[in-house]
């Protein structure tokens, strides 16, 4: 599956990826050659320690960059009137008569505990272009959907810095 991305997005994976390649692969190289010189590889915690820190942090630079080649880049522009990336929703859901607020991104950056709904999400699927007062479907699978009345849109715009959730 391609990963979809904002240019934001790509921006700050790219940034990752050259702090990782620049500072921390050199940290890694360099804690990997100080634990080798204390002796004894078969007995040496930190060598190993030091290894595996090398490799997770080469792991990263591979499934970063290969996200990049892989991703289909998506616009975060949308009308005033209209739900789009990086804009925080208030709905009301009908079947539990309550209103809830999220904020619409993309898949690298979901997080629904902290109230950021992914667009490939049944939920951000739903309600992306839709306008205050409308309803939305939300289809979780073949046999099972909800109704979710947009309340208000809120503009907020690309300012959150957060980075690229690490795995």
């Known amino acids: 599956m391609r990963e979809q991305l904002t240019e934001s ?6 940034e990752e990826i050259e702090y990782r390649k620049l500072v921390v692969r050199r940290e890694a190289i360099e804690a990997v ?17 030091a290894k595996k820190d090398k490799n997770r942090n ?7 960059e290969n996200m990049l080649k892989n991703a289909r880049i998506v616009s975060d ?13 208030t709905l009301y859901f009908e079947d539990d008569d309550e209103e809830e607020t999220y904020r619409l991104v993309t898949s690298i950056r979901g997080n629904s505990l902290k109230g950021l709904i992914s667009i490939e999400s049944p939920l951000g699927k739903a309600i992306r272009g839709r306008h205050v007062g409308e309803r939305a479907e939300v289809r979780v ?15 907020t715009g690309e ?4 980075r690229i959730r690490s795995y």
């Not at 997005?9 to 790219?14: G, M, P, R, T």
């Not at 300012?159 to 957060?162: A, L, P």
């Open 141 to 155: 699978n073949d046999r099972s959907s909800y109704t979710v009345v947009i309340r208000k849109i809120e503009k």
């Open 58 to 64: 080469e792991s990263r630079i591979r499934y970063l």
């Open 33 to 49: 050659k100080e634990a080798r010189a204390q002796g004894d590889l078969s007995e040496n915690f930190e060598y190993y320690a």
């Open 9 to 14: 997005d790509v921006k700050k994976i790219e």
């Open 159 to 162: 300012e959150d810095s957060d």
């Open 77 to 89: 522009v949308s009308r005033p009137d209209e739900v789009g990336m990086n804009d925080t929703v």
